[in-house]
């Protein structure tokens, strides 16, 4: 068993840029969350997915961040366009069935650095 | 409003002596209970949880914590911390069918040679 894959690892980027995360979820996991990570803010759930579908979309912060998953095995989080402020790093996680018992497995983390 | 609080933002002790990290959440039922740990560089990984039934479970590298519900409190024990110990730990829960964990702010544990 794999994991959970993120890439990339680390991405840099100027202010207005897009930027696209890119998660590979645990094969046979039926749900997937994006989680964002920072000093001031803790763990953040920005939105999560069950059988490929978007379920909870309440923690995106704004307009410029859009998640799709367009099938079982790959979810990706867009930022466009991206700004300083979106420096953090951005955790994927799946579970096997998406209820409260089920854990979570994490990816390693995209540390997006935006200048 | 549901809540994980863990008072202690960072911990330092000694190897070889015993660690307790506080937990405490707000929910109006009892919740699945889970603690996670964060190396540098590294996602979360899962060291334990509770659903139901006995109070104190068991977790890998020697953890355990105690659900307590009067306190609503899940505190994290490990009698003999080892310097690879040394890290971030996460106290969460989640409620219902949703999927969704809550997640405390975390302490950061240093481990004294």
């Known amino acids: 068993d794999a994991g959970v894959i993120q890439s990339p690892r680390h991405e840099v980027t100027e202010m207005g840029q897009e930027v696209t995360l890119r998660c590979k979820p645990i094969s046979g996991h039926n749900s997937l969350f994006w989680y964002r990570q920072t000093m001031m803010r803790g763990l953040e759930l920005l939105i999560y997915f069950n059988n490929n579908v978007p379920i909870d979309d309440s923690g995106m912060p704004e307009d410029r961040f859009s998640a799709k998953m367009p099938n079982a095995s790959f979810s990706t989080l867009k930022i466009q366009p991206s700004e300083p402020r979106d420096s953090a790093v951005y955790f994927c996680a799946s579970s096997l069935s998406g209820s409260g018992d089920s854990p979570l497995h994490f990816g390693n983390g995209t540390r997006l650095t935006v200048t | 409003a549901q809540s994980v609080t863990q008072p202690d933002i960072h911990i330092t002790v000694s190897e070889g002596a015993s660690l307790e990290l506080r937990c405490n959440y707000s929910?109006?039922?009892?919740?699945?209970l889970f603690w996670y740990v964060q190396s540098p560089g590294q996602g979360l990984q899962l060291l334990l949880k509770?659903?139901?039934?006995?109070?104190l479970v068991q977790g890998i590298k020697g953890f355990e914590a105690e659900f307590k519900r009067s306190q609503s409190s899940f505190n994290l024990r490990k009698p003999s911390v080892h310097w690879s110990d040394a890290a971030e730990y996460f106290c969460s829960f989640g409620s219902g069918n949703t999927g969704k964990l809550i997640f405390g702010q975390g302490t950061t544990l240093q481990v004294k040679p």
């Open positions: 509770y659903f139901s039934g006995d109070t």
């Open positions: 929910y109006g039922a009892t919740p699945y």
